[in-house]
């Protein structure tokens, strides 16, 4: 498949998305751009802003089997693993397999269920398989994480762990629609009862997984130069001498970074990099792996304000 087949399949769901989804074109492609990379998505948002629908509405416009999780502060690993039950009837174990066992997993408002079953999707995250009682399961090559969570501020949430928030490709934070866009959400969902399903408002599957799978195989021959490798560290490394960051971006950032360069250079219809593709992508891959110095959280300096005087500081390929 060539890159330009990539640009036109990305095209094709982001029309079918919008079958449903009223704006949100900034997190449509950020999905694809995961998608076509391989990585997961950590969605930040209020209540209300159609998280969970844009969820549903991109695993069906992809042909992908869809999962959800409701995190809530009882839940345990094995709610989301699954578990070996006794059978009394046949004297053995039998292996239940919980919700994770899907190709995209909605991990709805992790941050409601403290750090120990949030750590259960560490390794489905990183290595795309579990281990219940000392036997590995191999989940979907295409396993992704589309996580949401309430902003942090807000009663009853626990803060992500480190190790788990460098295993997201991008972060984003959704805001609230425009007024045009508002009357457009009105008018298109204010006559509907009940709960909105992706099918039921149009959306069908219009790539299937060997479809999905040819556009990964182009995402993979896109071209990554010197001078954009070197960009790419530059930026890495600079998070991490910046008075204003007291932990910077790690190595896996980099590696992530460069791949979802590539990725979006393929959304475009290019095979190579540029180096606006870094700077595209920089915010939303690097704002989740920053922890801010005391001195610039006390002078109420925000993360995406740093990482955007950096990307202005760090001179890139011409």
């Not at 345990?76 to 578990?83: A, T, V």
């Amino acid at each position: 498949m060539h890159v330009n087949e990539v640009k036109t399949i990305a095209g094709r769901i982001r029309a079918e998305v919008a079958k449903a989804v009223v704006g949100q074109d900034d997190t449509v492609d950020l999905l694809l751009t995961a998608l076509f990379a391989g990585g997961h998505v950590l969605l930040e948002g209020p209540p209300g802003t159609a998280k969970t629908l844009l969820a549903q509405s991109f695993a069906r416009a992809v042909g992908m089997d869809y999962g959800r999780i409701q995190f809530t502060p009882d839940l345990m690993p094995g709610d989301i693993i699954g578990s070996n039950l006794f059978n009394f009837q046949t004297s053995s174990f039998t292996l239940t397999r919980g919700p994770i066992f899907c190709e995209l997993l909605l991990a709805d408002e992790i941050n409601r269920t403290p750090p120990k079953t949030q750590a259960a999707l560490l390794e489905a995250m990183q290595e795309r398989q579990i281990t219940i009682d000392g036997e590995a399961h191999t989940l979907s090559p295409r396993f992704t994480v589309v996580a949401t969570q309430n902003p942090i501020e807000q009663q009853g949430t626990y803060p992500l762990p480190e190790a788990q928030l460098d295993r997201f490709l991008f972060k984003h934070v959704l805001d609230y629609p425009d007024v045009d866009q508002e009357r457009a959400i009105i008018a298109a969902h204010g006559s509907r009862t009940g709960q909105m399903d992706p099918a039921a408002l149009g959306v069908g599957t219009v790539a299937e997984a060997a479809t999905i799978g040819a556009a990964v195989d182009a995402v993979a021959g896109v071209q990554l130069t010197e001078e954009v490798i070197g960009y790419v560290a530059d930026l890495v490394r600079a998070t991490r001498e910046s008075a204003d960051v007291e932990t910077g971006a790690s190595p896996r950032a980099g590696a992530m970074l460069a791949v979802g360069a590539r990725a979006r250079a393929a959304l475009d219809g290019r095979d190579y990099v540029i180096p606006d593709d870094v700077k595209a992508l920089a915010v939303p891959g690097l704002r989740h792996r920053l922890v801010l110095s005391p001195a610039a959280e006390i002078e109420g300096r925000r993360v995406e304000q740093v990482l955007a005087a950096l990307v202005e500081q760090v001179a890139a390929p011409r």
